[in-house]
Structure formats: structure tokens, C-alpha cells
Antibody, heavy 116, light 112 residues
Framework: EVQLVESGGGLVKPGGSLRLSCAAS????????LNWVRQAPGKGLEWVSS????????YYADSVKGRFTISRDNAKNSLYLLMNSLRADDTAVYYC?????????WGQGTLVTVSS | DVVMTQSPLSLPVTLGQPASISCRSS???????????LNWFQQRPGQSPRRLIY???NRDSGVPDRFSGSGSGTDFTLKISRVEAEDAGVYYC?????????FGQGTKLEIK
């Protein structure tokens, strides 16, 4: 069974940093592209970042470019999102999802709250 | 960026009746490999999104056959043949053809 489990969310002050993790199981991790998608409270879904199988191709939404860094560790079956210079409008549930063209599987999400 | 426009945004439906959601993209979603990466997701209250349909019309495993997807180019539709109580939630279309991927605004289906 495919599982994606996010962790690392929490309350952080504006300007602060946080590192999210997504632990994967049930599939050959190194064979799939991975993504972060977020959802602000009561709002719709927003694509945040994607990383290719090898990590050679990385994409960011304009709203996070220069502040967020996506990475993966194929040996640990893990996806990461380092978030710096956090702002109030980054407050959201962050989901990791597999396969960027079709988002086939999603995790349960981790809540990031940016507030003073 | 590709803009995805769903309609309606609110859809009250009586149990057992059909429902239809439209999704239009600002550009063609046909990729150079011939595939059209238009997908549909359901999000029930308090849950993660769950994919229902991928590449326009392919139903995911475990998805009831009352759900169907159709369309081409820039115009797509999700249909539910007979709405059941468990279908209440928000439905999103999403394109993965062009970077960045993008979602529609969401259609909230409520049971009357």
C-alpha cells in the first residue's frame, strides 16, 4: 500500500524557517517525481514545488521561489521542503503527492501556521 | 500560467439525481507525448484530496462507476450519474500538462 506521511509542521513566527518531511513507503521511491501542494484554511489547492526522479529538475511556484527549497533522499525514501522567510500567507496545510502530471497519491498533510 | 475555471462553484443536488461539473483551461492540455493530463479530485471535509479520474477519463481503483470524466483540448466534464450521500465535498480539476500545474477553484457539492 502506497503511503505518504508528512511531518514537521507547526507554529512559526514571520521570517522564521521550518523543514517539512514526507516519508514514503509501498512503492519504489526513486522511480517517481514528487510534489508539495498546499491549502490555506478554507481555500483551494495551490501547487508549491516539484522534483524529478533524480532531483535534476526542480520547479517552484512564483509565490515561494527564492524562499523554499525542495529536496529528496532516495536512500531514505524521503521528500523535504525547507521553508525560509515565512510569511503569514504561507499558513496552510502542506501535502506531499506523487507523480506531478497526475498527483496519484497524497499524504494526510501537515499544518504550518505563520503568526507572531 | 494555465488558468483552470470550474463551474458551478456550488452544486446542490438531490440524492439519486445526476450532477455535472465543468472545467475549462486557458490553454490546450494536450501534451507533446499525446496525453492530456487533466485530473479530477474529491476532497471530503477534513480529509486529503483523493484522485478520482486521471488523464481525462480513467477512473481510479475503488472509484464507483457512477463517476465519469470526459472532454478534450480545453473543455472537460466530471459527471456523477446518481449522487449518493458520500459524494458530498469539494471537487477540483487539475492540469499537469504545463508547469506549474494548476487547480480549478473547486466545486462544492452539497446534498439537498
Amino acid at each position: 500500500e502506497v503511503q505518504l506521511v508528512e511531518s514537521g509542521g507547526g507554529l512559526v513566527k514571520p521570517g522564521g524557517s521550518l523543514r517539512l518531511s514526507c516519508a514514503a513507503s509501498g512503492f519504489t521511491f526513486s522511480n517517481y517525481s514528487l510534489n508539495w501542494v498546499r491549502q490555506a484554511p478554507g481555500k483551494g489547492l495551490e501547487w508549491v514545488s516539484s522534483i524529478s526522479v533524480s532531483g535534476s529538475y526542480i520547479y517552484y511556484a512564483d509565490s515561494v521561489k527564492g524562499r523554499f527549497t525542495i529536496s529528496r533522499d532516495n536512500a531514505k525514501n524521503s521528500l523535504y521542503l525547507l521553508m525560509n522567510s515565512l510569511r503569514a500567507d504561507d499558513t496552510a496545510v502542506y501535502y506531499c503527492a506523487r507523480d506531478w502530471e497526475v498527483l496519484s497519491y497524497w499524504g494526510q498533510g501537515t499544518l504550518v501556521t505563520v503568526s507572531s | 500560467d494555465v488558468v483552470m475555471t470550474q463551474s458551478p462553484l456550488s452544486l446542490p443536488v438531490t440524492l439519486g439525481q445526476p450532477a455535472s461539473i465543468s472545467c475549462r483551461s486557458s490553454q490546450s492540455l494536450v501534451y507533446s507525448d499525446g496525453n492530456t493530463y487533466l485530473n479530477w479530485f474529491q476532497q471530503r471535509p477534513g480529509q486529503s484530496p483523493r484522485r478520482l479520474i486521471y488523464k481525462v477519463s480513467n477512473r481510479d481503483s475503488g472509484v464507483p462507476d457512477r463517476f465519469s470524466g470526459s472532454g478534450s483540448g480545453t473543455d472537460f466534464t466530471l459527471k456523477i450519474s446518481r449522487v449518493e450521500a458520500e459524494d458530498a465535498g469539494v471537487y477540483y480539476c487539475m492540469q499537469g500538462t504545463h508547469w506549474p500545474g494548476s487547480f480549478g477553484q473547486g466545486t462544492k457539492l452539497e446534498i439537498k
